[in-house]
């Protein structure tokens, strides 16, 4: 529900919201009292497909103490159904109406159906399963459902399956009120083969071995907590189980992983990531951890980082088994997303958003206390530096473009809620965030998060009711900051002058302008660094509350390094004499801000050529001390490479790059640095001599001195040597299939496979598996097979691939088995930067000119670097 301010006053100098009704007293008029008109026809929410606000609204109004009783036997045999029986008790205000169940599977799962103890026929129409008025009555309702189980969401393998229900995917397991302000306790009872584990949202009350042809366990769990349908979770199937207690928390934790190593060198640090993280959160919330228990699961290949279910966290299991050859950056990101999930804890589980449509919020708050509890859980974090390259990047990579979205978006009905999700609301509210955190002060932004989470605990709560309690604490102006900051998209560009000299003074004036030409503002402070030619050096901050800003400097400058501590948000400006001197920056974050700074100003052909920046780049590939720094700037100076310079700019300037990146390996004294630069060259190689070596390194399974290379890392080289066609290709990957001993990943590889044989035709029949929705089963393997179907050195036969890909964008939205829309266009149109991939763009745009508004955007974001490098390549 999208919540408007009726009417504004001012009192005491604080912004207050003045709901409509609560105005002030007015003298009461003596007048006759009209006869009462009839009251209005019941206007009765439409049984309509997914789940509208509307009918959300509706049955909020009306239901209340939700309580599910799920019991589901799941048999061995993976093509067999499961078996289901639910209890669904709810307290109605009226029963003058039907009542609707969110239920997206086919009718003939529906096997008998009971309310209030009276049989009633079953009436499952457009994803619904209807319940008559007439068996329904005002106070306590029970209904009992015998049903399959749907599917889409279980995620079922050979050997085990997990839920994923966010955010409107529990209707598609089970019928259910399926909107997150209609919290519910769920009891659930799991029979599964014998020898598998499970967990769910509570605590197993008990579990009995049943013997016999068929042996099985059945799970009893007790009454979860109250949670969103979105958050209602369990595992199960062949996972080994771990108990460990710290800091008085038992934990437990379900996993997979059978790499000695990466379980020698992974458990210790996993569970001491999620003390420290609850430990924060406890503390910077003044609230005690609000559940019942706190277990996590390891998933292969899960869809996402990790989803933050009540009790029973599930994570991607590559991004928490690590080994001896961990870079710093993956080091970093286990941290982060495991106090992203931790954080959820509070933000979002324990008070959670009224409607999708603030979705946003419990994201943006579990990233921002991601990065201050990385800060105090990783020894050696640079804070404003790992900011810098976690955020900006992603965020200007959405908000530059065409369909750039706000960080808060309308939201009409759950099943498009998944378009929501992306850059803006994970990287571009954070960015806001700090600068909320900067205006307020730190102690009374987190003294009004705490009054948030206390007064709305185990409940639901608005982005206008947080901004309602953090306006009491400052005299800012918080409903128009917020209009240009959440409400709207899009990023400033500044620009500079300096005046003066009378006198040894000199003034910096920096102006601000929308980038879309508009008139907006951003009210925000950041930092100049500015340098004198003795090298002298001040950072003086800088207070846009308006258009232009002018500020004393000590000196003529020689160097100027806008955005200096890496909290500002815009395109600042880069002056060409910055570019040879770049790395002498001394604070890490600076050159990190400078980079993407540099970066931005390439893509908009400002000053800054593609190829200059590659070689600005080549030069600092020796001088760059910082790995996080290494990262970003290789990262960069790749997709220049293939994205915005020719085939024949590539030709000539491959081999010279290919030596400097080896060059500078060779030279850098730190291991993950060290790696870093072999995998850009692995990235960039084009000339025979290179794949030659990286064939020889994989071949003798011998990386270069001081690199560690692990299983992964040769499987990944075992790819880039078969999307180049290297000429010892064709049996590159079975033998990596053979060294692989963990299943699952065989199994990844053995899906990858046929994307990226050499013959067309073997392609062209994997491609065509896509349009079937049971070949998009694993996201994460799809977007992957993708990304190498469409490599540039495969687009000359893969942009055929390109029409259908779009067609089939509408119904992966519908089916949901590729959550986020962005991540399938994005692996698809990511690397091209020919015209006619651009015309087949704007063909497909220009033929459907009332297509889905939320899709359309994320072609128009998908395709940004695309329609850029047409007018960069030359």
Known sequence: MIF??????????????????????????????????????????????????????????????????????????????????????????????????????????????????????????????????????????????????????????????????????????????????????????????????????APVRDSVLNVGPSPSKRYTFAPSDSISTYLFSFAAGKFARLNRTLNGRPMSFLHRETDPAKLRLSLGPIFQLHADALQFMEQYTGIKYPFQKFDFVAIPDF???????????????????????????????????????????????????????????????ANFMADKITQVAVKNSNYDLKFVIDHYPAAYGIDRTAGANPIRQPLANLQDAGS???????????????????????EAFRAGLQEYLRQYAHGNATWPDLIAILDARTPADLQAWNQVWVNQPGRPV????????????????????????????????????????????QQLSVKMDGSEKGIRIPFLPKRIVFNSTGVGYGVFPVAPALLPGLTEIKSPAARAATYVNLYENMLRGDGVKPLELLKTYRQALTREPEELNLKLLTGQASAIFWQFLSPAQRLAVGPGLEADLWAAMQKNPAPNSKKQLFKTYQSVALTKAAQTRLYGIWQAEKAPVGVKLTEDDYTALALALAVRDYPAAAPILPAQLARIKNEDRRLRLQYLMPALAPDAATRDAFFATLKDKKGRKKEAWVTSALGYLHHPLRQATSEKYLPASLDLLEE???????????????????????????????????????????????????????????????
């Open 812 to 874: 992966i939205q519908l089916t949901g088995d590729i959550f986020f829309p962005y991540s399938w266009l994005q692996a698809t149109l990511g690397s091209y930067q020919t015209a006619s991939a651009a015309a087949t763009v704007r063909t497909f745009l220009a033929a459907h000119p009332d297509y889905h508004p939320k899709l359309r955007a994320k072609l128009l974001q998908a395709a940004d670097d695309l329609f850029r490098a047409e007018k960069l390549v030359r």
């Open 4 to 201: 408007s301010f009726r009417k504004y006053g001012r009192a005491g100098g604080l912004l207050l919201a003045v709901a409509a009704g609560a105005c002030q007293r007015q003298p009461v008029l003596q007048t006759a009292v009209p006869p009462a008109s009839p009251a209005p026809p019941r206007a009765l929410p439409p049984v309509e497909k997914g789940v509208s606000e509307t009918l959300a609204t509706a049955r909020k109004q009306n239901i209340s103490r939700v309580a599910y009783g799920l019991r589901l036997s799941i048999p061995a045999q993976k093509a067999e159904p499961i078996a289901a029986e639910e209890t669904a008790s709810f307290t109605l205000r009226d029963n003058l109406d039907p009542v609707q169940l969110d239920f997206k599977a086919p009718t003939a799962n529906l096997h008998g159906l009971t309310v209030n103890g009276q049989t009633v026929e079953i009436d499952h129409r457009n994803e619904h399963l209807v319940l008559p008025a007439s068996a329904l009555k005002v106070g306590r309702n029970e209904v009992n459902i015998s049903f399959a189980a749907g599917e889409q969401s279980l995620n079922r393998n050979a050997d085990y399956l997990y839920t994923l229900l966010v955010p409107d995917r529990a209707r598609t397991v089970f019928p259910v009120f399926d909107q997150p302000d209609l919290k519910a306790s769920f009891t659930l009872a799991l029979t599964v083969p014998a020898g598998w584990k499970a967990v769910g949202n």
């Open 420 to 442: 929501l999700y992306g850059n803006i609301i994970y990287h571009k509210a954070p960015i806001m965030m700090r600068q909320l955190e900067r205006l307020m002060g730190p």
């Open 494 to 537: 500044f620009s500079y002058r300096i005046s003066g000299g009378h006198d040894q003074r000199y003034g910096l004036y920096v102006t601000q302008t929308a980038e879309d030409g508009s008139d907006r503002l951003w009210p925000q402070e950041f930092e100049v660094l500015v340098e004198s030619a003795s090298g002298e050096q």
């Open 303 to 365: 869809q996402y980082g990790g989803m933050e279910h009540v009790g029973a966290i599930d994570y991607k299991a590559s991004t928490l088994f690590l080994d001896e050859g961990a870079t710093q950056d993956q080091v970093l990101e286990r941290a982060n997303v495991v106090s992203h999930e931790t954080a959820h804890m509070w933000f979002g589980d324990l008070v959670t958003m009224r409607w999708f449509n603030d979705v946003w919020m419990k994201e943006v708050f």
